[in-house]
């Protein structure tokens, strides 16, 4: 197919039905995942449900390194190119769960409960098959068959639940349950392989330094950003102690969770950024594209979220959860501004620029660590959601000025982020009226034609 042809009359509308597809499976994996949790809580109490949680986390922060392996199959060129990474994944997945099984008694050691080591010794399996199959899901990416990865990824999810839930109610407990989250990733594996097609053909990589390189790079980047979870309950809690750590986890929680749009996007833009990498003007269409989605889809969910939140607090959590109304507003605008940076991000990951990344990610850190003391410590918890629109201005800031010499200057949909904010910010104190003509107020013609463009499901210049 002309590739110039495929930019200009299809990428962008199949983009917008990739984002269609994903968000609507992310949704649906929320409210899955959230009633399956609820039912295993129910049935195994907070000991063996804990034990689970444990083994989640060591999954989920070694799977990474499929989506690793899967970023650089969407930026490959040639099979053969994918041959070398699916052999390399390959070589990292055994080793991984090879070296897992081998601590597998210092971990459970270190948790003080023995009876994690069966469970570790599951998990390494499904780390394993978690691994390649995030390689098939590149593939897929690559091809720009979301709907197909969303079934298929919505299925698991499905299965998952299906099978924990039965043998939790079996008796089987904690280890039925990583059973079958380990049997996930090996579905996950064996459907992603029927649908690409795939064969691995063993190898030796020719590219043996890039693609590690690129692989590791990636996932420090990453895992350097999860390190922001940690801020919350190290920080706030000695200040303040359990409870203001409640409060804002609360908080993080309802944020996170409708934040979760914005990874159905990130996929999709990481994808037609990898495809116009070479042509400026359409890599800066790519990035208002994505960043517009963003900011549509998540402003809109928290400026609604900020409309029903008060009653809701009140009525189902009590007035002891009073404060959670307060710093709401806050930490949504600041996660509402990240979408701005982490667009400008996957110019990095799409160039393997990835210590750039890397390197701001370490700064941002630092920066809502030092922040959140100094606000919090003055202002409450309030001065936490300060922390972090303060930090995630000075991160776009550094992400923007890395950027400029890839890319120049990128026209980004600040009025609309600014507009989305401000109604957010002022929910709480006016009518949903009055704060929605605040946001169509700062609107520019442009901006308003893009709202509804993006509502019909497809952007076009």
Not at 167 to 191: D, K, R, S, V
């Amino acid at each position: 197919m002309n590739f110039s042809r495929l930019t200009k009359n299809v990428l962008y509308q199949q983009a917008a039905q990739g984002i269609v597809s994903l968000s609507f499976r992310q949704l649906a994996s929320i409210g899955i995942s959230g009633i399956g949790t609820l039912i295993l809580m129910r049935i195994l109490g907070p000991r063996e449900y804990g034990m689970i949680v444990i083994v989640q986390a060591i999954m989920a922060y070694l799977i990474v390194f499929g989506s690793s392996f899967g970023a650089y199959v969407v930026r490959s060129s040639s099979m053969e190119m994918i041959h070398d990474i699916f052999t390399l994944a390959v070589l990292l997945s055994f080793f991984i769960s090879g070296l897992l099984m081998i601590l597998a008694s210092l971990i459970a050691a270190f948790w003080g409960v023995p009876e994690l080591k069966p469970l570790i010794y599951l998990s390494a399996a499904g780390v394993s098959f978690g691994i390649l199959a995030g390689v098939q899901a590149g593939i897929l990416e690559r091809d720009m068959r979301y709907p197909t990865l969303a079934r298929l990824e919505l299925a698991s999810v499905i299965i998952t639940y299906i099978v924990a839930i039965i043998m939790a109610w079996q008796g089987m407990g904690p280890l039925g349950i990583t059973l079958a989250m380990a049997g996930t990733y090996i579905f996950q594996f064996i459907g992603f392989e029927i649908a690409t097609g795939y064969r691995w053909k063993p190898v030796v990589p020719k590219s043996f330094r890039v693609i590690i390189g690129y692989v590791f790079s990636y996932a420090a980047s990453g895992l350097t950003w999860q390190l922001r979870s940690l801020i919350n309950p190290i920080i706030v809690g000695r200040i303040f102690g359990p409870e203001m750590v409640g409060i804002i986890g609360a908080v993080l929680k309802v944020v996170e969770a409708s934040g979760a749009l914005r990874g159905p996007v990130l996929r999709v833009l990481f994808n037609v950024m990898s495809r116009v990498q070479k042509d400026k003007k359409e890599l800066s269409k790519a990035i208002f594209f994505g960043t517009s989605y963003q900011i549509l889809l998540l402003g809109l969910l928290y400026f609604l979220i900020a409309l029903f939140l008060p009653l809701a607090v009140r009525l189902i959590l009590g007035q002891q959860w009073v404060p959670v109304i307060e710093i709401y507003s806050w930490v949504a605008v600041a996660f509402l501004l990240q979408s701005i940076p982490l667009s400008l991000v996957n110019i990095f990951y799409v160039s393997g620029q990835n210590l750039k990344v890397l390197i701001a990610n370490i700064i941002y850190i630092g920066l809502l660590a030092l922040s959140t003391y100094v606000f919090v410590g003055r202002a409450g918890a309030k001065g936490y959601g300060w922390a972090e629109i303060l930090s995630v201005i000075i991160y776009g800031l550094i992400i923007y000025l890395y950027s400029f010499p890839i890319i120049g200057t990128v026209r980004l949909p600040l009025l609309l982020a600014s507009g989305l904010s401000l109604a957010i910010v002022t929910t709480k104190y006016i009518s949903f009226w009055s704060s929605l003509l605040v946001f169509l107020s700062l609107l520019g013609r442009h901006d308003r034609q893009l709202l509804f463009k993006v509502f019909r499901g497809a952007y076009e210049k």
